[in-house]
């Protein structure tokens, strides 16, 4: 990095002075104090470790899943310091699908069972599928998540960075459309955007240890259409339990039918080809109002896409056929008593 001499401190004058003496005027060396000239130096140093260091900040992106447990969590930190940095992962240690650079090492952090990666200077990023469960109160539709306060590092908890707190934070969710927000907040200071089904909260400079609670419910609202095609809704089925066994098939003679399974907004069955064998799966409905959608991936040798569906749960078995075609979708709905 370039510096001109306009903007060299006073100090820095005196080191380039002393270090012309040093070299004109072999002779007068030993008159220097070279402890002052470490000392100068490190005060030049640091002054610019830390001009650099306002522009350090960190990220946290989660990325909700449609069954309202899990996440994709992507983490950023970007810091200008010379300062070698550390992660800390809580174990059971999550699925960490992408990390960047390589962590220099790693090792395991005993007094509160985490996983410590170290990383160079400059900063890093991670990407981690996170199970969210340890930390949502589900009540019927409504999910209420909040960071844990349990103390760790020195008396720490939640978001923190040291003793220092963060200079710059940015926290942000995005909600899958078969949820709604309900509201959302934090321990510190900062300002609060919402677009939509996304929330972002910035901090104020200087925050540590930061919480979040947030609330978001099942939209019970269901969907008029799935990628441009009309769903019609055929059958309203009652279901005793929300654990449910759902199988598919071809109801007459199989002829390349190939179906894929929305149910409540996630795909719980992607390009099947049916056949007369039925197809077993197991799924869980945790609203009152639920939609299973039969989806067609092709209109095989004879259109339209048709496929028999048979819920059981548990207790009662329910049985019906349903077409798809191009332009529209047959499904059905699962009323939880």
Not at 85 to 103: D, G
Not at 152 to 161: A, D, K, R, W
Not at 236 to 249: R, V
Not at 267 to 277: F, N, P, T
Request: charged content about 20%.
């Amino acid at each position: 990095m370039k510096y001109s001499i306009a903007t060299k401190s006073k100090k820095l004058y005196k080191i380039i002075l002393i270090f012309l003496l040093l070299h004109a005027q072999p002779v007068s060396a030993q008159l220097v104090d070279m402890k002052e000239v470490v000392k100068i130096l490190k005060e030049v140093l640091n002054k610019r470790i830390d001009s650099l260091s306002k522009y350090d900040h960190t990220q946290h992106v989660i990325y909700l899943h449609p069954d309202g447990v899990t996440a994709d969590v992507i983490s950023s930190i970007k810091t200008t310091s010379f300062t070698r940095l550390t992660n800390y992962f809580r174990l059971p240690l999550p699925e960490i699908k992408y990390v960047f650079p390589a962590p220099d090492s790693i090792t395991f952090y005993a007094p509160d069972s985490m996983i410590r990666y170290h990383f160079p200077p400059g900063g890093y990023t991670f990407i981690e599928t996170d199970d969210l469960l340890p930390h949502l109160t589900i009540k019927g539709d409504t999910f209420i998540y909040k960071t844990s306060e349990k103390k760790f590092l020195n008396g720490h908890y939640g978001f923190m960075n040291g003793d220092k707190g963060f200079e710059q934070f940015s926290y942000a969710w995005f909600i899958p459309e078969n949820f709604e927000l309900i509201s959302y907040k934090s321990n510190r200071k900062g300002k609060w955007r919402r677009e939509g089904n996304m929330i972002h909260f910035v901090a104020e400079p200087q925050q540590n240890d930061l919480l979040f609670e947030i609330v978001y419910k099942r939209s019970q609202k269901v969907p008029d259409d799935i990628n441009g095609r009309k769903i019609n809704y055929t059958k309203s089925f009652a279901i005793s339990s929300p654990n449910i066994t759902i199988k598919a098939n071809d109801p007459q003679r199989a002829d390349g039918d190939i179906i894929s399974l929305n149910l409540n907004g996630e795909w719980i069955l992607k390009g099947y080809e049916v056949s007369e064998l039925p197809l077993t799966l197991k799924a869980s409905t945790s609203r009152n109002q639920n939609y299973l959608i039969l989806y067609a991936e092709n209109m095989g040798a004879i259109p339209p896409n048709t496929a028999a569906i048979e819920i059981f749960d548990g207790t009662t078995s329910q049985k019906i056929i349903l077409n798809s075609a191009t332009g529209y979708c047959e499904a059905i709905l699962l009323n939880l008593k």
